[in-house]
């Protein structure tokens, strides 16, 4: 079982150490806590997911210490900035798009262009943060599918044996998670109804923000309109196969993959392949290929997840006849 210990600043410097070597801590925040892992990490990243058991990778949200900052990770606008003026440190989560020379993990966005970033108001967590001195990753630290964690025993009797640390700093002040509101699009959207009201982010934008109604109720995309902004290869995408047609590029998995192109991970490991599962789509997505054929992963704990993803790039990019 992991430690539960007090968030004291010995335990944040020794939780921050953790989040640099790559291992997941989780701690307290206003709204939930949060399973925290080096957002610029893969496989810290790739870590989160395994131990939520979640059967697909939802697009993380990534905490950092101040707006400075968030605007070297995403590209902020004038409704974010006067938000942010407001609201950070707040329960508010924006949604923006990825700098080109953003250094998170490809896989914290889930594949999409956009990054979701939030400045928590616990000063227990902002001293983390900026022990680690790296954006953290942090869904709330629950299994998926399960209530949201409000106290560190929520959080030991569902993830004791899968973190390194617990950081106890009481129940939540707000204990609902944060909202999140979409400010890469046209029209500012709630993805995610939460702990900063509509009404509040209407008065204070002088415009009616929509809660999407695309959106189930973890704020996962559902309509096809919001799949469609997921990231998909340009290229048709062909599964379960051992071997590439002419022209097609092979995405490899175990050992047994010599003629692979790339290989998701050559030992089989499943942590490493969906840690570079969307680096590798990526760098496949190239006109030197006519499409990408995928070798079998086996579809069990973070194979799922990574199935999952695959088919939906495979059914959004049917090949053309
Ligand atoms: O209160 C909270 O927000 C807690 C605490 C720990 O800070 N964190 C949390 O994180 O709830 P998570 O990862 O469980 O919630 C992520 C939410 C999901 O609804 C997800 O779909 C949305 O944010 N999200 C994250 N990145 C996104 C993106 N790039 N585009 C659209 N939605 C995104
Ligand atoms: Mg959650």
Known sequence: MARVVPITPANVAEGARA???????????ETVYGLGADACDDRAVAAIFAAKDRPHFNPL??????????????????????????????ALTLVLPRRPDCPLSLLVSAGLETAAVRVPAHEGALALLRAADTP???PSANLSGTLSPTTAA???????????????????????????????????????????????????LGTEVAVSTEADSDGAPRSPGMLASHYAPRLPVRLGTRS????????????????ATLNLSASGDLLEAAANLFACLHKLDDSRYQAIAVMPIP??????????????????KPPSP
């Open 61 to 90: 949200i990534v905490h950092v210490p101040d707006r400075a900052t968030a605007e070297r990770l995403v590209v902020f606008n004038d409704l974010a900035r006067r938000l942010t003026d407001r609201l950070w440190p707040g």
């Open 136 to 138: 953290v990753a942090a």
């Open 154 to 204: 929520h959080v030991a009797s569902a993830l004791g044996d899968r973190v390194a640390m617990i950081l106890d700093g009481g129940p939540c002040a707000i204990g609902l998670e944060s909202t999140v509101l979409d400010l890469s699009g046209r029209a500012p959207a709630i993805l995610r109804p939460g702990g900063v009201t509509a009404e509040v982010l209407t008065a204070m």
């Open 299 to 316: 579809d069990e704990g973070l194979g799922r997840a990574i199935n999952d993803r695959l088919r939906r790039a495979a059914a959004e």
């Open 244 to 259: 590439a047609e002419p022209g097609e590029a092979l995405l490899g998995f175990g050992p047994d993959a010599d003629d």
């Open 19 to 29: 989040l640099r070597a790559g291992q997941l801590v989780a701690f307290p925040t």
